[in-house]
């Protein structure tokens, strides 16, 4: 007979809280089906050893009605079933448990030992605000649009807008390595643009290159993006993985700052039962994968999401993670600029203002129209 080795654990948890739709004489059952599925996957009459049972097994802490078929209940899990790497510290979240209905991840409480695996964000809110040297006012944002365009035309884009005054310029999500705009020319373009605008005006513009890419190619982008003088990098964990903007982040011969874009993440978050919480997705798996600053749709514009869901997005980027750094909320999506005023009072002088499309609405003058938008949000 094979001698199992006794399992040594340290007792640390961690905890997941989760909302549960379900009728009020599930909701134990159910929560405690959660506490199977996401660590052992196994029924439990089956389970060999009481070690495994006790100290493997999620742990339910709390479980509280919220009114009608709803419930919150707090499960921690052993630091150890997470292991060292943020793919199972996710899988360990919400990875089996997400293939069922009426189950949304609404929280994270990591310990200290654990969240001191994860670097998180290079630079966060006060090494960006270092960076570009802006401290007393949201930062302003806005991307090279639209697709179809030429890199010189882009790049002539980018030069009037970091004359105007903006403080990042990140290329539209959708410009990959098209034919008609090839990646390595268009980030030579506009990184030689946005140096020439900062020569001029004495401020510091970084513009951010979208190096989302396939697996084996994305690191390349990104250390040429580096090699050309880009200022950061805009990556799409929805399309290329957590983890894979996480590399990036960690790596210290890139080291720059990194905005992520919600492409693809939307059915992560949209229905309010099951899923994925704003602040979760957006804010605190953000900051865990190293992202310095998580771009989403601001409420009012041409989608979706709620004041509260955006309130709930705001709290997952700069709540409490231990040394795990607060990032910059980016509500963006159809913003205007008679709308300034209105978003600073919302989300406050730590954020950033993207507004796209509404800059050439206001007329020719692209240049003026960014100082505009500048004075608009002091």
């Not at 806005?142 to 002539?156: R, V």
Request: aromatic letters at 6%; glycine letters at 10%.
């Amino acid at each position: 007979m094979h001698n199992e080795p006794a399992l040594s654990l340290s007792g640390e948890r961690f905890t997941a809280v989760y909302h549960l739709q379900c009728p009020p004489d599930e909701a134990a059952a159910r929560a405690h089906d959660i506490c199977l599925e996401q660590t052992v996957e196994f029924p439990e009459t089956l389970i060999p050893n009481a070690a495994i049972r006790d100290g493997i097994v999620g742990r339910i802490d709390t479980l509280e009605p919220l009114g009608g078929d709803r419930f919150e209940t707090r499960i921690a899990y052993p630091v150890e079933a997470a292991g060292s790497e943020l793919t199972q510290l996710v899988n360990v979240l919400f990875g089996n448990i997400s293939l069922k209905p009426g189950v949304r991840l609404v929280g994270i409480e990591l310990p200290a030992s654990l969240a001191g695996q994860y670097r998180g964000p290079r630079f966060g809110q006060s090494g960006l605000r270092e960076l570009l040297d802006v401290w007393d006012r949201p930062l302003l944002c806005t991307a090279i649009k639209p697709m179809g365009l030429s890199p010189q035309a882009l790049a002539d884009l980018a030069y009037r807008l970091a004359l105007g005054g903006i403080h990042l310029i990140k290329d539209d999500h959708g410009l990959g390595n098209q034919d008609f705009c090839p990646f390595d020319e268009r980030v030579r373009r506009c990184t030689e643009a946005v140096a020439q605008a900062n020569r001029e005006t004495g401020q510091q513009c970084l513009y951010v290159p979208n190096v989302t890419a396939p697996a084996g190619e994305m690191m390349r982008r990104a250390q040429l993006a580096r090699e050309w003088g880009a200022g950061g990098l805009l990556v799409c964990p929805g399309l290329v993985g957590l983890d894979a903007m996480r590399a990036l982040a960690d790596d210290d011969d890139l080291a720059l700052p990194i905005l992520s874009h919600p492409a693809f993440q939307g059915a992560y978050c949209l229905h309010p039962d099951s899923g994925l919480a704003h602040g979760v997705l957006y804010g605190q798996l953000n900051r865990l994968a190293g992202a310095d600053a998580t771009i989403f749709p601001n409420w009012g514009g041409r989608f979706s999401f709620t004041q509260t869901e955006c309130r709930d997005l705001v709290f997952g980027a700069t709540r409490d993670m231990g040394r795990i750094r607060p990032i910059f909320p980016v509500p963006a999506g159809g913003m205007r600029l008679d709308r300034v005023a209105d978003l600073c009072d919302f989300y406050g002088r730590d954020s950033i203002l993207l507004i796209g499309g509404d800059l050439h609405a206001q007329g020719a003058d692209l240049v003026e129209n960014c100082r505009r938008f500048a004075e608009l949000a002091r």
